[in-house]
């Protein structure tokens, strides 16, 4: 399963074909606009919405008092697992729209429907809004100092939930015995998102059976509507969710937004279908945020280097409130790999979780993972700076070694399989490590600053919270194939990889297989994408379709030979007569449900993906600007379906990592609230010309975890790009005396820090 393969999916692209959200239309719908707050703390004193109501083409005109009068109930979020000492975490009542109070720029306060887009945010512009402001907190800090403004009534401090992993009596005393240590603290940034797709939503309400069928980019239906039926108090099979085509996710669309409750509403009120499609202006102030989080490592060492004990004190900014995922990143996702490659007898790691004046934080590429990653990379690379080891020897002493896998962590992780020096030694090569003081050398000449940089990361490749993953086959009336998956392709090339499982099980075309990913009316369980999780849950459950179809056919086939079958080569053989698998399935068409429709379903657990990252930078030091020049990656995600679908997935991630480490900063004002980073022209995008090369090559160790031995591979080039790309970075600094950055490394802060460093000059 491993040479590269021309992606199903790109003609129908390529051509226009298929269906955003934007593109779909009922008969008779309307168009919804939102008022949003234009501050980040404040009182409702009043809302008069009478002249908003009385404007041209107005149909209806919702409040956050509408909302209370329905009904309907808090929008879903938080964990459910306990914290330290027991605690619960701390979740207020979230509404589709505000109710008595703003907590953020961009909170829905009233939703206009009208004939038009247009007449519905003219119309907007008349409603009358009095606020009686309230000091804001922008971020963690702000949010717990002592006096700092009150979120919510019932969240005393705005803590919402503290977390620990680990045996903390064991790291102290491994600390107070330790010859050599070192700290790191890491300061990951507010993201926006900002798929290519905007935000969509259309709701339609079937009155006579109180059913609705809502139209969004999702990451998979099951997510969206058990946020939907949590949030309007319906059951599921109340709630039909349609997605098609969709332009990027990155994990912001998971679960459902506070617009989508808010339009449903609508559309019951006024038994009429309701469209809304975002500005990009609005991606910027509502979708959900990334990252947030501040990690404080800790690693302690003998004198040989050996690592003794790694710590964390980490604190995680939820934002106004708690999404679904949002505090789950803060906690478990960033403590499960807190070891990461390395062999640490003792670990432990306390997190607070606290809700401040931005927008919601929620998934975003690795939702935790990279961030862990980094952190651990950059003590480790401090300690040797700090201690005089080389960099490369002191990962490779400390590994955990293949012979000890499976290997549970000090903190009861366990690990199934991973060779980390192999992985390592593999991107050593790719890179040209050795070459690169003859590099050093003539970008000096130059006059620039150069550094190399190593990133040996592990994440784990999240299960899901769905009990099982089902894959269903459905033959048409022709004799086509149908399969049915829950996962939702967001731009992943699934189709391609699933064609190719069928391909090589079926050892025949698949050009007669249609692939349907949450298809409403199609009831089989699985879980969305996310967590790279789609191909070993999803993947797996279609290649024991593959087995399945087979089984359930020798039969068929037996009966139409007049013998057993054997199967081989696409067809079934028996004596000197045979059938292909399709013209048997075209045979017996007709009747409904078809002979050879099955089901195949499985548990696929978590798996750990890991690998080397190696970047090299040039820094002018006149300028401050920082290019890649080089990068490579050396990835283990286990069995490698398709080689094409892996580099998309290591160049898209990769550069969005290096696009965090540069660039990209969702940047509000720390006294108003503001975003000040609301458009492209103040977010940077990050682009394909910041890279000047990248190598991928693969070192697989296929898992039992899954039917396929995949690993997953969505989230491995963001999880390794910001440690390496951050240690080439404080590689190329550390001579002058630049001991650390935080990130964006932006050419300003990169400047004004060489300055210093040469006294002012």
Request: with cysteine; glycine share 12%.
């Given at each position: ?499 190719r499982i069928f391909r090589e099980g079926l050892g025949a075309v698949a050009d007669r297989i249609r692939f349907h990913e949450g298809d409403p009316d199609v009831p089989i369980v699985g879980n969305g994408t996310g967590g790279s999780r789609s191909l070993y849950g999803a993947g797996s459950a279609v290649k024991l379709l593959v087995g399945k179809l087979i089984e359930t056919a020798k ?41 050879m429709d099955c089901l195949a379903e499985g548990v696929f657990g978590t798996t750990f993906p890991n690998g080397c990252h190696i970047a090299e930078v040039e820094i002018e030091p006149e300028t401050g600007v920082v290019e890649v020049v080089n990068y490579a990656t050396v990835d283990d995600i286990g069995t490698v379906v398709d080689h094409t679908s892996v580099e998309g997935q290591v ?111």
């Amino acid at each position: 399963m491993s040479e590269k393969t021309i992606r199903r999916e790109d003609a129908l692209l390529l051509k226009g074909g298929g269906r955003y959200t934007a593109d779909w239309n009922l008969p008779g719908q309307l168009y919804a606009f939102f008022l949003r707050s234009d501050r980040a703390h404040a009182d409702i004193v009043s809302i008069d919405a009478a002249a908003a109501k009385a404007s041209k083409g107005v149909q209806l005109v919702l409040t956050g008092a509408d909302y209370a009068a329905s009904g309907w109930k808090s929008l879903p979020g938080g964990v459910p697992y306990e914290g330290v000492g027991g605690q619960k975490q701390k979740k207020p009542f979230w509404p589709a729209m505000a109710q008595g109070k703003v907590h953020y720029v961009g909170q829905p306060v009233a939703l206009v429907v009208a004939e038009s887009a247009a007449l519905a945010q003219d119309a907007s512009e008349d409603i009358a809004v009095d606020y009686r402001d309230l000091p804001a907190a922008v971020g963690f800090e702000a949010a717990t100092r002592g006096g700092a403004p009150q979120l919510h009534a019932d969240i005393p401090g705005n803590l919402a939930f503290e977390y620990e992993s680990g045996d903390r009596a064991a790291v102290d005393a491994a600390f107070a015995g330790a010859p050599l240590t070192s700290r790191f603290t890491l300061r990951s940034q507010r993201l926006v998102g900002n798929p290519i797709e905007p935000r969509a939503f259309l709701a339609s309400f079937d009155s006579s059976g109180g059913v609705f069928t809502v139209y969004s980019p999702s990451q998979g239906m099951n997510n969206m509507r058990g946020f939907l039926s949590a949030a309007t108090g319906l059951p599921t099979e109340k709630i039909r969710v349609v997605t098609e085509l969709v332009g990027g996710s990155f994990g912001i669309r998971s679960y459902s937004y506070a617009e989508h409750v808010a339009v449903m509403l609508a559309a019951q009120k006024l038994a009429r279908p309701v469209k809304w499609v975002a500005t990009r202006s609005e991606i910027f102030l509502s979708d959900n945020q990334g990252r947030g989080l501040t990690l404080s490592a800790e690693l302690a060492l003998d004198r040989d280097g050996a690592f003794l004990a790694l710590r964390f004190e980490d604190a995680a900014d939820l934002g106004a409130y708690s999404t679904p995922f949002g505090p789950q990143i803060g906690s478990r996702n960033i403590t499960v790999t807190m070891g990461g490659v390395y062999r640490i007898p003792a670990m432990y790691a306390h997190t607070r979780c606290a809700y401040s004046n931005a927008v919601p934080m929620s998934a975003y590429r690795g939702a935790g993972r990279p961030d862990i990653a980094c952190a651990i990379e950059r003590v480790v690379d401090q300690a040797a700076a700090e201690h005089g080891f080389d960099p490369i020897a002191l990962r490779r002493k400390n590994f955990i070694p293949p012979e000890a896998m499976p290997y549970k962590t000090a903190n009861g992780t366990t690990y199934d399989s991973g060779e980390f020096e192999r992985v390592m030694d593999k991107a050593l090569a790719l890179a040209d490590w050795k070459g690169f003081r003859a590099r050093r050398e003539s970008a000096k000449r130059e006059g620039k600053l150069r550094g190399i940089g190593i990133a040996t990361f592990l994440e784990a490749s999240a299960a899901g919270v769905a009990p099982k993953d089902q894959a269903q086959a459905r033959f048409d009336k022709s004799g086509e194939l149908h399969v049915y998956t829950v996962s939702q392709s967001t731009g992943q090339g699934h189709e391609t990889a699933f064609a190719r499982i069928f391909r090589e099980g079926l050892g025949a075309v698949a050009d007669r297989i249609r692939f349907h990913e949450g298809d409403p009316d199609v009831p089989i369980v699985g879980n969305g994408t996310g967590g790279s999780r789609s191909l070993y849950g999803a993947g797996s459950a279609v290649k024991l379709l593959v087995g399945k179809l087979i089984e359930t056919a020798k039969p068929l086939a037996a009966a139409e030979l007049g013998a057993d079958a054997e199967y081989r080569d696409g067809k079934f053989t028996a004596g000197s007569r045979s059938i292909g698998f399709f013209d048997l399935a075209k045979r017996l068409a007709g009747p409904s449900p078809h002979p050879m429709d099955c089901l195949a379903e499985g548990v696929f657990g978590t798996t750990f993906p890991n690998g080397c990252h190696i970047a090299e930078v040039e820094i002018e030091p006149e300028t401050g600007v920082v290019e890649v020049v080089n990068y490579a990656t050396v990835d283990d995600i286990g069995t490698v379906v398709d080689h094409t679908s892996v580099e998309g997935q290591v160049h898209g991630g990769v550069l969005q990592g290096v696009g965090q480490v540069l660039a990209e900063h969702a940047v509000y004002d720390k006294e108003t609230g503001q975003l000040l980073a609301g458009s492209f022209m103040d977010y940077p995008m990050p682009r394909a010309d910041w890279m000047r090369a990248i190598a991928c090559d693969e070192h697989s160790v296929p898992t039992n975890a899954n039917a396929l031995g995949s690993k997953g591979v969505g989230e491995s080039g963001t999880s390794g790009a910001l440690g390496a790309t951050l240690n080439a970075i404080a590689d190329a600094l550390r001579p002058l005396g630049v001991d650390d950055l935080d990130m964006p490394v932006t050419p300003d802060r990169l400047w004004r820090a060489l300055r210093q460093a040469r006294g002012g000059r």
